[in-house]
């Protein structure tokens, strides 16, 4: 028995873990077994390749960005997403392969068949299911401004924003199946609702 693989995906501010204890919450309900994670940073090297990445005062080119994610995955996938659903136990995680297409393919600008090479070369496993957590960046980056201090990616002019929003909804369309959309520019229990209505059909499946 294989556990499922669900992931959460969005621009900055979009209420990506705030839902993440809704989505706890329902799968505590069916009695399924599960661990949340998080992108980037999950794996053991995690701790140190987030500061590299989020730090301001790091100065990487794009290509040496997308490498640094995407060895932050691989690391991630082999220590704990895949031995966990192969154990059965269902994977949460906050953020996956398609930020990578959103931010340095959309943000960044890199080509989209390269993040698709180095995606094969490292056999990643598809998620599942995809919630894609979806608003303009405006509204977004003044929630994620309240929140804390910002990142290297929050600091990023809006277009950079628009650019993320645009290419995850791309991918979106892309992959009906996988993704499901929830408008989170809505109040809060309204965007709760339309979670809850998400996981309780995939459940049903
Ligand atoms: P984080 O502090 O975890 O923020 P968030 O709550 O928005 O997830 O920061 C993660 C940042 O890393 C976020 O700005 C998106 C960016 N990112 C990429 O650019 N590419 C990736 O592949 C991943 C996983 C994240």
Same mark, same amino acid.
């Given at each position: 028995?294989?556990?499922?693989?669900? =992931?959460?995906?969005?621009?900055?501010?979009?209420?990506?873990? =705030?839902?993440?204890?809704?989505?706890?919450?329902?799968?505590?309900?069916?009695?399924?077994?599960?661990?949340? =994670?998080?992108?980037?940073?999950?794996?053991?090297?995690?701790?140190?390749?987030?500061?590299?990445?989020?730090?301001?005062?790091? #100065?990487?080119?794009?290509?040496?960005?997308?490498?640094?994610?995407?060895?932050?995955?691989?690391?991630?996938?082999?220590?704990?997403?895949?031995? #966990?659903?192969?154990?059965?136990?269902?994977?949460?995680?906050?953020?996956?392969?398609?930020?990578?297409?959103?931010?340095?393919?959309?943000?960044?600008?890199?080509?989209?068949?390269?993040?698709?090479?180095?995606?094969?070369?490292?056999?990643?496993?598809?998620?599942?299911?995809?919630?894609?957590?979806?608003?303009?960046?405006?509204?977004?980056?003044?929630?994620?401004?309240?929140?804390?201090?910002?990142?290297?990616?929050?600091?990023?002019?809006?277009?950079?924003?628009?650019?993320?929003?645009?290419?995850?909804?791309?991918?979106?369309?892309?992959?009906?199946?996988?993704?499901?959309?929830?408008?989170?520019?809505?109040?809060?229990?309204?965007?709760?609702?339309?979670?809850?209505?998400?996981?309780?059909?995939?459940?049903?499946?």
């Amino acid at each position: 028995m294989t556990g499922k693989f669900i =992931t959460l995906e969005g621009i900055e501010g979009s209420g990506k873990s =705030t839902s993440l204890s809704d989505i706890k919450k329902i799968l505590d309900k069916y009695s399924i077994s599960y661990i949340t =994670t998080k992108e980037p940073g999950g794996g053991p090297l995690g701790t140190e390749l987030r500061s590299l990445l989020l730090n301001k005062n790091s #100065n990487i080119t794009s290509e040496v960005e997308l490498l640094l994610m995407m060895a932050d995955r691989k690391d991630h996938v082999d220590n704990l997403i895949l031995p #966990n659903l192969e154990s059965g136990v269902w994977v949460l995680s906050d953020r996956y392969l398609d930020s990578t297409y959103a931010y340095q393919g959309g943000g960044r600008k890199i080509e989209t068949s390269t993040i698709d090479k180095l995606a094969n070369i490292l056999n990643l496993p598809k998620p599942d299911l995809t919630i894609l957590y979806d608003l303009p960046p405006d509204v977004a980056l003044q929630r994620a401004a309240q929140r804390s201090a910002l990142d290297r990616f929050e600091s990023e002019p809006v277009d950079f924003h628009t650019r993320i929003r645009n290419a995850y909804l791309e991918r979106a369309k892309r992959e009906k199946e996988r993704f499901k959309i929830v408008n989170s520019s809505a109040d809060f229990d309204r965007v709760k609702e339309q979670v809850l209505k998400i996981i309780t059909k995939f459940l049903d499946e």
